[in-house]
Nanobody, 121 residues
C-alpha cells in the first residue's frame, strides 16, 4: 500500500513563511507528477502548484512569486515553500502524486490527508 504523509502546516502571521512537506512511502517504482492543492470549507479543491517528473513547475496565479514547489526524488518527497503569506492563503493543503508501483505502464493517483495552514492578519 502507498501512503502520503504531509507535515509543516500551522499558524503564521501575515507576511510569514511556512514549508510544507509530503513524503510517499510503500510500494513505489517511480513518481510522475507531484502537486499541492488547497481547499476552503464548502469550496472545491484547487491547484496551488505542481511539478512534473522532469522538474517543470506550474503555479496558480494567486501564488506566483510567493510559493515555490520542489521535489526530492530520492526521498519521494515534494515540498511547498510559502513566503509572504496572506490571510486568504488560509486553507487545508493537500498533496497529490501520480506514481507507478511497478514498471508495467499503470499509474495511480494518491492524496495526502491534508494539513491546515492558517494565516492571521
Amino acid at each position: 500500500q502507498v501512503q502520503l504523509v504531509e507535515s509543516g502546516g500551522g499558524l503564521v502571521q501575515a507576511g510569514g513563511s511556512l514549508r510544507l512537506s509530503c513524503e510517499a512511502s510503500g510500494r513505489i517504482f517511480s513518481i510522475d507528477a507531484m502537486g499541492w492543492y488547497r481547499q476552503l470549507p464548502g469550496k472545491q479543491r484547487e491547484l496551488v502548484a505542481d511539478i512534473t517528473g522532469g522538474g517543470i513547475t506550474n503555479y496558480a496565479d494567486s501564488v506566483k512569486g510567493r510559493f515555490t514547489i520542489s521535489r526530492d526524488n530520492a526521498k519521494n518527497t515534494v515540498y511547498l515553500q510559502m513566503n509572504s503569506l496572506k490571510p486568504e492563503d488560509t486553507a487545508v493543503f493537500y498533496c497529490k502524486m501520480i506514481l507507478r508501483k511497478r514498471d508495467d505502464g499503470y499509474a495511480y493517483q494518491y492524496w495526502g490527508q491534508g494539513t491546515q495552514v492558517t494565516v492571521s492578519s
